[in-house]
């Protein structure tokens, strides 16, 4: 993703208990019952906290006073109206809030998260007068204090694994001095659970060979868009297969209450729960679905594009999809992978689609995509723009008045920049000869671009840089930004990788295949490195970057990318040449993970690469 990674500068809204009045039911805090499909020690992921956005009264939350959970003016609420606010009297006190949660046993991964707005009438930059202490069981998770006062929420993620199979108080104390107010202001509170500590024998990832058809209809600004989506899918795995989960990534912009992707009236299956923050929605087949056989299942979908220059957002006049279309979750060895989102980084773990999108819309929007498009004239005033992309992970497109240039590329590779107002002319001719110069680079490198067209969307106004998708990409005006989420093309599209477990698969491989496209040859950046402690590792998860977020680009991008230079200097030019090459030609449409890389890398040289692994902390 992203060169520059972030945080957000505007709060998202992430409603995490169960409400009503949505097109689908939301999972409640207890977890459902595995399926039949499911191995004994397989996790399920759920949702442990109870009333988490306090918007069912009180219960089952135990406070200090009755007036800490409340809805009184002088805060607001992250989401909903009510929120638990906590001190802000201006004198000595303490309040409390907690509540009982059981984490389940057989989840390799337990976070806590939050979101927290503290203000104060402190006026000091150096000292702590009032604290806000999270802690589970006996354990501080974390504290923070009026040096922490912010202008919003912020969201805060704590990992909390080790408390897996037990019962603990989840508390959160706020303690004010004498004087001077602060205010610890807390709401959508949430304790999500996922992944398998004891992996299904049967590794093999499914459901496999995913074919999507989606035919959708924008109003006239192209915000909204309503139609139909089907997915064709085999079984790959000698258990059977009883369920299957769609990924609606970009509910994370939205509440369960108000929801951007809203699926219904399936077909092929039974829609369950919606869960992981109404992200992940479970179908169950009407028959377990036996090794090697098929199966479609079809609904009816919406998609409501909001306000900001987001990877899902509108910018004015100019709306970005992606991670709008609903695609089929991952089950392997470690059972289903239903990640949360991130916004630090990705959780957009699949596998090589087929898609063939159909988009109606006014014929004054363009309407970049993933694939190679085509248009035809539709009703009056619209056009039809047909996507077709094989063997991607994703589809995305983007709708507006853009200004479209063109060009190919020395190899053969058509290009299509499409800029946004404000984008000069110029700066548009330039990123569409970076565009040219980058993906003839890589190619050169890992193996020849397969999608035919490759799309670019400049906006100066993108908050997080840039993000890739096969085929199209969205980017500030910035050579080494375009250069790095084209590289993408290779390490995230063509060689696939679980991006929430293991980011530094698909962004170091490809800040390092920046580097060498732009001539850099990262001599001596390895001397800069300064772990920030001995559990920080380049191979790190988004769990742990989400709650070290200051130091994931350090340490994925920099760190990762300086890693793969001393890799290359250790076993010479030619031989990194080849590995990465060859690495990439057997991972063609499959995915990479850690330990197949450095076995391969091993396989690359006669120098024993164990001390390297273990000095520049890459684990798996």
Known sequence: MRTTPHRSIAARALAVAALAAVSLPVAPAAAAPPTASSAAAACTPTQVVANGGFESGTSPWTQSSTSVITSRSGQSAHGGTSFAWLDGTGG????????????????????LSFWLHIDTAETTSSIAYDKLTAKIGGTTLATYSNLDKNTGYVKKS?????????????????????????????????LDTSGDSA????????????????????????TVWTGHESATFTNASSTALSEVYLRLWDNYHGTCSSMPITVSNVTGGTAGSLSVACTALQISLPTPLAQGQSATIGFDLGITVPSGADRFGHDGAFSFIGNALPVLAVKDGSGWHLDPYTNNGESFYSLA???KVTLDHPSSLLVPASGTSTDTPGS?????TTATASKVRDFAWAAGPFTKISGTSTAGTAINVYSVSGISSSDAQSMLSTA????????????????????????????????????????????????????????YGIVGDDEYNSPWLDESFTDYSTDLALGKTGTNCWNSVSWASSAEKITNSMAYWDAHSSRYSTVVYGYGKCALHDLRRLIGDTAMTKLLKD??????????????????AQAATTTDLASFWSTHRIDG
């Open 436 to 491: 040219k110069t980058a993906v003839d680079a890589h190619a050169s490198r890992f193996g020849a671009y397969p999608y035919g067209e490759l799309d670019a969307v400049i906006d100066n106004n993108y908050w997080f840089g840039g993000m890739e998708y096969p085929g199209f990409v969205l980017d500030l005006v910035s050579t080494t930004a375009l250069t790095h989420e084209i590289g993408h093309q290779w390490w």
């Open 199 to 222: 992996p299904p024998a049967d590794s093999t990832r499914t459901p496999a060979a995913p074919s999507y058809t989606v035919n959708l209809t924008s109003n006239t600004s192209g």
């Open 583 to 600: 690495y990439a030609t057997s991972h063609w449409y499959g995915v990479s993970t850690t330990a197949e890389f450095k076995a391969a």
């Open 380 to 384: 009056s005033g619209r056009t039809v």
């Open 158 to 190: 704590l990992d909390v694994s080790a408390f897996a199979g037990q019962t603990v108080s989840l508390a959160f104390t706020g303690t004010e001095d004498s004087s001077l107010q602060s205010s610890f202001v807390l709401d959508d509170i949430a």
């Open 353 to 355: 689609a087929d898609f």
């Open 92 to 111: 000595t006190h303490t309040d409390t809030l907690s509540q009982s949660v059981t984490i389940p046993s057989g989840c390799s991964t337990a976070t």
